[in-house]
């Protein structure tokens, strides 16, 4: 097949959408164009763009076969030719186009490993129309890939367009597993907790405003019609990996932050529109309850701990308030399930305690059926996180991978199901309903037949709703998109330069002598960055120093300098997998911690662990220029809620950003942009205050954000304000929620 872009037609309707197609399956009536959706040549209600999504996808679903129904469970990871697949020693095979890659890919990742057809095969054999992409291409390779992916999708008789869903790409955040990994090609904000500390500073929303709407207007350019995003999780544990993702602790924020994200990304409060992109809000009913920041990407993070009273209502689950209130295309629900043994008794929206059966939250009926749809009034669909049906398959390990797609679908209402095209086991979950399969196999015990097939009911509802949100979108009418005019909208300078302005917005001011604004003028600076690999600083500090020796003069002798700049970027602990002991928050190297058993309680065993290299040159240069009678000023990079101890003692100077841009911090250091960012987060104290027992309880409860923890500290560690947790400066000044100095 040619270029879609060669090839397309496109009609336009007056008043009406614009249908566009690379086939001949136009059909006019009444003055009017409409496409041939099934391919039959007639015109039916699946044709008529003038009824509603809902009515639209209802019909068609009567008209799609069992396998192709089953097919639209699934989404997973896909990968385009021009781009690394992340496959050692695999070469694509592009298609005619030079567009898909048509190779056999034999795929191996975290959530699992699949023998993978070409992209053509995936089309029209698999029928498979879900997609997840996790390359960084430009924005006309990403246009003209998505239009060969609907061009081959047209080509099949029921045509249904291929919905590629991504993570967020527009964050100045280290890619990882294709979160934001498009940073340097669409507008590059600062990481989303640095967009909370804009806004928090601002005192306004406006910034998330003007967020939400350049997302929307550039990857509705490309053709990315569904985000996975954005987090509404409250971070409560410090430790958890995933707190860099979040809005910070503040419930209040969080909340009012979606009431802002969700109809500035989808275009209105009343669900998704063709001028929109669809959002699938994360991860309900909140992923920031973890222990002892132990994470459900494994088995040692696989529980949510509510020990406080109330907690899951005040703090975790308000964020996805707005996701009912702005109709949120669909809601993600997390990995992990509750503990009952753990938690104290928490009650649902209509008083009644809740039942915590330790399920999966994307296996558990009465969190997703109950209260996020009965109580709650959520009508969108439910997308599960991925890799549940493999490898995060918690609470229901006794089940068979076909066993799992049906409890998930059939008992607990999820619709689409993320990891792995799992259609033949799909097929599997709905011929055990009708083959006698249980007759000869015994029920896995604590479960119900009816709970662990797949039924023709429950493929129906969970295909009418995620084709709803195709046909709301637009894509079955108008799935094509124009390259010239996506890389004018992403050549937008008026975004790039708004996104610049919050990566100054975003830095905080913690800690000022009186030092800045520092006037650079016939002064030496030196200047250093440190991270957890010293050979990323390397590189890390030569480009620090380039950037600097445009607006100061620079000297690679300490000893001489007047002024260092320091730039730290701690980091703590791997994504997918769990630390030998509890994740270390201190800015330390080779420090000792204890190791913890498969309770995640402490052992007396000991390991030792970086987050900074370079501790000791880092101190020995501080001193130095103290010596001297110079100044030392640091910025710490924030991903997790550090210990700040070890470097606010030895700095005259100390700000935070949040993958901020190295020069939006240097224009606070030099007076270019006077600081206004407020802290989203508080930062703990020391290790005295994250000390876990020997039954594995936090001495700071880890269902309660920072700003409330002080409530349940105990005295004996509470200052003369009564305050325990968060860390105080020689100043006095705590390093807590809403701090944030200016000069």
Sequence with gaps: MKKASEILKTYQNENGPRISMVTDRLIEKDGLYFKDIDGSGEFKDVDDWRLSAEERAKAYVKELTLEEKIAQLFISDWRMGKYPCGVENYN??????????????????????????????????????????????????????????????????????????????NENAEPVFGMNDAAGIFATWPGTLGIAAAAKGDGSFDVIDKFADCINRE???CGLRKGYMY???????????????????????IEEAFDHLIPGIQNGSDGVNPEGTAMTVKHFPGGGARENGFDPHYKAGQWNVYATEGSLEKYHIRGFKPAIRHKAQSIMPYYSKPSAEKSVTQQDYVGKDIDFKPYGFAYNKYFIDEILRKQMGFEGYINSDTGIVH???????????????????????????????????????????????YDTHQVPEGFKKEDLILTDESIDRAVTRTLTEMFALGMFDDPYRDADFAEEVIANEADHA??????????VLLKNDGTLPYKAEGKKIYAEAFYKNPEQAEGATKELREKLAACCTLTDDYAQADAA???????????????????????CEDKEVCDVDEQCRPLASTHKETTVSGMKHLTEIAETVHAN??????????????????????SDVLTVGFDTFDEAVFDVIFGKYAPTGKLPITFPKNDAVLAVDADGRCISPNDVPGYDKDKYMPDELKDENGKAYAYRDAAGNYYELNYGLTY
């Excluded at 544990?237 to 924020?253: C, I, M, N």
């Excluded at 970027?569 to 201190?586: I, N, Q």
Aim: aromatic share 10%.
């Design 498 to 507: 708004e996104a610049e302005l919050v990566h100054r917005k975003s830095v």
């Design 219 to 221: 990857w509705n350019a």
């Design 391 to 437: 490898n995060m398959c918690w609470g229901v390990e006794a089940l068979d991978k076909p066993e799992r797609i049906g409890f998930a679908v059939t008992q607990s209402g999820v619709d689409i199901i993320s990891g792995l095209f799992d259609n033949e086991y799909g097929m599997e979950a709905y011929e055990r309903g009708r083959n006698g399969y």
């Design 565 to 587: 700049i320091l730039m730290l970027h701690p980091s703590s602990g791997a994504y997918f997998s769990a630390t030998p002991g509890y994740l270390e928050l201190d800015l």
């Design 231 to 253: 987090m509404a999780d409250c971070m409560s544990d410090p430790r958890w990996q995933r707190s860099y993702g979040t809005f910070g602790e503040d419930p209040d924020f």
């Design 92 to 169: 694509p095979q592009l298609d005619e186009s030079g567009i898909l890659d048509n190779g056999n890919l034999d795929g191996k990742t975290i959530f699992g490993e699949q023998h993978l057809p070409g992209t053509e095969a995936m089309l029209k054999d698999w029928f498979s129309r879900h997609l997840i992409l996790r390359a960084n291409p430009t924005p006309t390779d990403l246009v003209e890939f998505l239009n060969q992916l609907q061009a081959v999708a047209e080509e099949c008789d029921h045509f249904i367009p291929v919905q590629v869903a991504s993570n967020s790409r």
């Design 629 to 650: 009678g110079g100044k030392v000023i640091s910025n710490v990079n924030v991903t997790l809620a550090w210990e700040l101890g070890n470097i606010e003692t030895i």
